[in-house]
């Protein structure tokens, strides 16, 4: 129907201001379809479904809301995939996370910048001291994972008897993946803990023994892929089995590798150049490049016109995303392999350059364009400014007895 993109628009149609209740959009209703029903007034159809379709959308809370903020465009995308991104819920949970991110992101910044100049001895603080930005980052997360646990286990608690079956078995499998989390958390703090009293000389282990907690860490992933993977491989067909396990194991085991090299050249037990302590990270870039030529190649081969467009301009996004990404990947790991060999001095701040441009461009679309272009999606309401009295769900109203 035309003139419904002004989120004020339903509003006139039943002659009601937005702070309009419940009560008194029931009785606008009532009022104007009786005037304007085709029966009465056979040249009224047109607007009796306006007024009718201005009643549906207003006596519903939950399309009201959505309305309110959004107009027409979030009635429209009510149903479909974006959907979630027009719940008002959603939007307050999107901007909590991007809060959090953004938080994360800085303390991330300081802390490189830190790192650099301790590094580069333009300081001489305690490497306690330099790792004061990743022990907040470390306090936020442990509050946020207990947060979520606790939400967890409300929304359990609030759920029907009837499923109690259910209910238990879902219980399990979230109690065990709650605890799960939280041992990744303290094997993640220990290790933080064991590398900076051993870089302040308060502990003379090598560096293998450091690096316990976190083969620990990958252990227990392991054994958590494990699990999945031989539940749910049976219903795969067998020639699907290695490409499966693959998946499923090939980048724990690369990032397993690249730790103990790097842990076994710092100890000297094995001499080698930094470059080829690196090869596993080289090796992610490689499978991920041919993941995307393969995938492109599957595209161009299916018989839909329509899909193998899309997928094929989906497949090339992807690619150049990659290539920026590997090259200031690659830069950062060549310039740490320099500075480790000692072949040519350069400066942490150059070798972190990578690093700064990635953390500073995740940090301006967190923390300003992407809460900006929310912002901007919900419409304009020469209103909005108005003292609104809110919308009581229909489950709290007082009705008479």
Not at 75 to 100: H, N, R, Y
Not at 133 to 148: D, E, G, Q
Not at 323 to 345: E, H, K, P, Q
């Amino acid at each position: 129907m035309e003139g419904r993109s002004n989120n004020s628009n339903l509003y006139k149609v039943l002659g009601l201001p937005k702070t309009a209740t419940p009560i008194e959009i029931k009785k606008a209703y009532r009022k104007l379809a009786l005037k304007y029903h085709p029966d009465k007034n056979p040249n009224s159809t047109d607007k009796f479904k306006e007024i009718s379709y201005a009643y549906e959308i207003l006596s519903d809370d939950e399309k009201r809301k959505i309305y309110d903020k959004y107009g027409e465009l979030g009635l429209q995308m009510m149903g479909s995939v974006m959907s979630p991104l027009f719940d008002p819920e959603f939007e307050a949970m999107l901007f909590t996370a991007l809060l959090f991110i953004s938080m994360m992101l800085i303390l991330s910044i300081i802390f490189i910048a830190f790192l650099t100049i301790r590094i580069d001895r333009i300081v001489e603080w305690p490497w306690r001291v330099v790792w004061i930005p990743a022990w907040i980052m470390n306090i936020i997360t442990l509050y946020r994972l207990v947060r979520l646990i606790i939400s967890n286990n409300k929304q359990e608690d609030e759920k029907l008897d009837d499923e109690e079956k259910k209910l238990i078995e879902s219980k399990s499998k979230k109690r065990m993946a709650q605890i799960t989390w939280i041992l990744y958390y303290l094997l993640l703090l220990l290790f933080q803990i064991f590398i900076v009293l051993r870089l302040d000389n308060q502990i003379d282990w090598t560096v293998c023994k450091v690096f316990v907690p976190y083969f620990i860490l990958e252990g227990v992933r392991c054994l958590g892929i494990s699990l999945i993977t031989f539940s749910v491989i049976s219903s795969f067909e067998k020639r699907h089995w290695p490409y499966y396990i693959f998946e499923q194991y090939w980048f724990i085991a690369l990032r397993f590798c690249t730790f103990l090299l790097i842990a076994l050249r710092i100890d000297h037990i094995i001499q080698c150049s930094w470059a080829i302590v690196f090869i596993p990270l080289y090796l992610v870039g490689l499978k991920l490049a041919v993941e995307l030529v393969y995938r492109y190649y599957t595209y161009s081969v299916l018989p839909q016109p329509e899909m193998a467009h899309q997928g094929k301009i989906t497949v090339i996004f992807g690619m150049i995303l990659f290539v920026i990404m590997g090259i200031l990947a690659y830069a950062l790991i060549g310039l740490i392999a320099n500075r480790l060999d000692g072949y040519v001095f350069v400066r942490m701040s150059n070798v972190f350059v990578p690093l700064f441009i990635v953390f500073s461009f995740s940090l301006c679309c967190s923390g300003c364009c992407l809460p900006c272009l929310l912002k901007l999606s919900t419409t304009s309401d020469p209103e909005e400014f108005e003292t609104l009295q809110p919308i009581v769900s229909s489950k709290k109203r007082i009705t008479a007895s």
